[in-house]
């Protein structure tokens, strides 16, 4: 089940961003005292109480302002509000009850969604003053004093915030289906893909909503095996998308990508590769998807002998930090190689799932410490006592050594590498933990 979302929303200068700081345990976001300085959302990971969900900070919002800034940002919070499972309203108990707090909530109270008041900057312990009574007026239920710089009340906030969280409900999703989220910057045809296979391979095939996030699972059964595949689309489709529409994609890629076991990473032919195709392509390769990236209306770009190969090495390029991944070549409109992406579906995923023995990994080790030195420094020489496979989805590995900071990154890399080329792994990002072996005095091994 994909995890709830929780917007923190208020006018600007109301603390949203130290408390959202306070509450993901990390300086994320920017702070600083003048209105506006946060003008995208920014996410983080959040858990309270075993529940664990994400948490969006946004821009302050000014309803009624002209400024081209500030306009842009109270999209921002609007799109971050029609996400959200539950929103927290952030208010200042030093400025009291103002004008823009009254329209805010307003416009909260008009979308439907659980608010919770959070009112902040309340730094002493203790009864609250007699100002903090008319945070009542804003008609969004008991507020809570909080102090966001001190982190006192913040726990009674979170209390507040998990009430409304959806029950969690086994997803009638049965182990034999591969979930596949289908994702990529607007327009590239993410929705014509999904409309495509559902409609040339009808088997089983059903709509069904998903969650308050607008995606839309669709089930599909053929010759080639049974899978779920997660839509992202529900954006406009413009012939310019402007930027706090694009910037959302990321939001709703993220959250589609939590939910599959596969990301179909959609670029458009025409267009070539951009940097938001590297950011959505960096949440599934950050969160340990098995990767495919499917390079959509091939039919509309003009070719010759060599245009595939050529397209193909500047993608590897320009994917470098995910170069395990496949690259297909498809178009949604006309269908073509639809067959063969299924099965590079199927292949990823058997790839983000394989089990490698402890005796084969060990083996595939020492051949490869033969072949290339450990590196040394001042005279201490890294020794990897042995490795094991410690989970999957992704492969993730675990060596032991004498020494973290001998094991550079580079010689991770040759040792990831050394198991690639004898497993494959194609399609899948892996994972390798570096643990120091002690010994029997507590000291570490020489």
């Given at each position: 089940?994909?995890?709830?979302?929780?917007?923190?929303?208020?006018?600007?200068?109301?603390?949203?961003?130290?408390l959202?700081?306070?509450?993901?345990?990390?300086?994320?976001?920017?702070?600083d005292?003048?209105?506006?300085?946060?003008?995208?959302?920014?996410?983080g990971?959040?858990?309270?109480?075993?529940?664990?969900?994400?948490?969006?900070?946004?821009?302050?919002?000014?309803?009624n302002s002209?400024d081209?800034?500030?306009?842009q940002?109270?999209?921002?919070?609007?799109?971050?509000?029609?996400?959200?499972?539950?929103i927290?309203?952030?208010?200042?108990?030093?400025?009291?009850?103002?004008?823009?707090?009254?329209?805010?909530?307003?416009?909260?109270?008009?979308?439907g969604k659980?608010?919770?008041?959070?009112?902040?900057?309340?730094?002493?312990?203790?009864?609250?003053?007699?100002?903090f009574?008319?945070?009542?007026?804003?008609?969004?239920?008991d507020?809570?004093?909080?102090?966001?710089?001190?982190?006192?009340?913040?726990?009674?906030?979170?209390d507040?915030?998990?009430?409304y969280?959806?029950q969690?409900?086994?997803?009638?999703?049965?182990?034999?289906?591969?979930?596949?989220?289908?994702?990529?910057?607007p327009?590239?045809g993410?929705?014509?893909?999904?409309?495509?296979i559902?409609?040339?391979?009808?088997?089983?095939?059903?709509?069904?909503a998903?969650?308050?996030r607008?995606?839309?699972d669709?089930?599909?059964?053929?010759?080639k095996?049974?899978?779920?595949?997660?839509?992202?689309a529900?954006?406009?489709?413009?012939?310019k998308?402007?930027?706090?529409?694009?910037?959302?994609?990321?939001?709703?890629?993220?959250?589609?990508?939590?939910?599959?076991?596969?990301?179909?990473?959609m670029i458009?032919?025409?267009e070539?590769f951009?940097?938001q195709?590297?950011?959505?392509?960096?949440?599934?390769h950050?969160l340990?998807?098995?990767?495919?990236i499917?390079?959509?209306?091939w039919?509309a770009v003009?070719?010759?002998?060599?245009?595939?190969d050529?397209?193909?090495?500047?993608?590897?390029k320009?994917?470098?930090?995910?170069?395990?991944?496949?690259?297909?070549?498809?178009?949604?409109?006309?269908?073509?190689?639809?067959?063969?992406?299924?099965?590079?579906i199927?292949?990823?995923?058997?790839?983000?799932?394989?089990?490698?023995?402890?005796?084969?990994l060990n083996?595939i080790?020492?051949?490869?410490?033969a072949?290339?030195?450990?590196?040394?420094?001042?005279?201490?020489?890294?020794?990897i006592?042995?490795?094991?496979?410690a989970?999957?989805?992704?492969?993730?590995?675990?060596?032991?050594?004498?020494?973290?900071?001998l094991?550079?990154?580079?010689?991770?890399?040759?040792?990831?590498?050394q198991?690639?080329?004898?497993?494959?792994?194609e399609?899948?990002?892996?994972?390798?933990?570096?643990?120091?072996?002690?010994?029997?005095?507590?000291?570490?091994?020489?």
């Amino acid at each position: 089940m994909a995890r709830p979302v929780v917007a923190v929303v208020g006018r600007p200068n109301v603390g949203k961003s130290t408390l959202f700081n306070k509450l993901v345990g990390q300086r994320l976001s920017i702070v600083d005292d003048t209105p506006g300085v946060t003008r995208d959302r920014i996410y983080g990971d959040c858990e309270w109480l075993n529940h664990n969900f994400l948490l969006v900070d946004t821009g302050g919002i000014e309803p009624n302002s002209d400024d081209v800034i500030l306009s842009q940002m109270r999209r921002q919070a609007q799109l971050a509000i029609d996400s959200a499972d539950v929103i927290i309203l952030v208010t200042d108990m030093k400025s009291g009850v103002v004008a823009t707090d009254e329209e805010v909530a307003t416009m909260l109270r008009r979308s439907g969604k659980p608010v919770v008041l959070c009112v902040n900057k309340c730094d002493k312990i203790g009864e609250p003053p007699p100002e903090f009574y008319e945070f009542y007026n804003l008609c969004l239920g008991d507020p809570i004093q909080v102090s966001a710089v001190h982190g006192h009340g913040t726990g009674d906030l979170l209390d507040e915030v998990i009430k409304y969280f959806p029950q969690e409900q086994e997803e009638e999703q049965d182990d034999e289906y591969i979930r596949v989220a289908v994702i990529g910057k607007p327009n590239v045809g993410k929705s014509s893909l999904v409309n495509a296979i559902s409609g040339e391979e009808r088997a089983i095939v059903s709509d069904i909503a998903g969650t308050t996030r607008d995606a839309t699972d669709t089930y599909v059964e053929n010759d080639k095996g049974k899978f779920i595949f997660v839509d992202t689309a529900g954006i406009r489709r413009k012939s310019k998308v402007d930027e706090a529409i694009e910037k959302y994609s990321v939001l709703r890629a993220r959250m589609a990508v939590e939910r599959a076991s596969v990301c179909i990473i959609m670029i458009d032919a025409t267009e070539g590769f951009t940097e938001q195709d590297s950011k959505v392509a960096g949440i599934a390769h950050d969160l340990g998807k098995a990767c495919i990236i499917a390079v959509n209306k091939w039919d509309a770009v003009e070719k010759d002998g060599r245009t595939m190969d050529s397209y193909r090495k500047k993608l590897m390029k320009d994917f470098s930090f995910m170069s395990y991944a496949p690259i297909i070549f498809i178009s949604a409109k006309t269908g073509q190689r639809l067959d063969r992406l299924f099965e590079l579906i199927k292949y990823v995923d058997s790839q983000n799932a394989m089990r490698i023995s402890t005796g084969k990994l060990n083996d595939i080790l020492a051949e490869a410490t033969a072949r290339v030195q450990p590196p040394t420094d001042k005279g201490k020489r890294l020794k990897i006592y042995y490795m094991t496979q410690a989970s999957t989805r992704p492969p993730t590995f675990v060596c032991f050594v004498n020494n973290k900071e001998l094991f550079h990154y580079s010689y991770q890399r040759y040792i990831d590498n050394q198991i690639r080329e004898v497993f494959g792994l194609e399609g899948t990002p892996t994972r390798m933990v570096i643990r120091e072996r002690e010994t029997k005095r507590g000291k570490k091994s020489d």
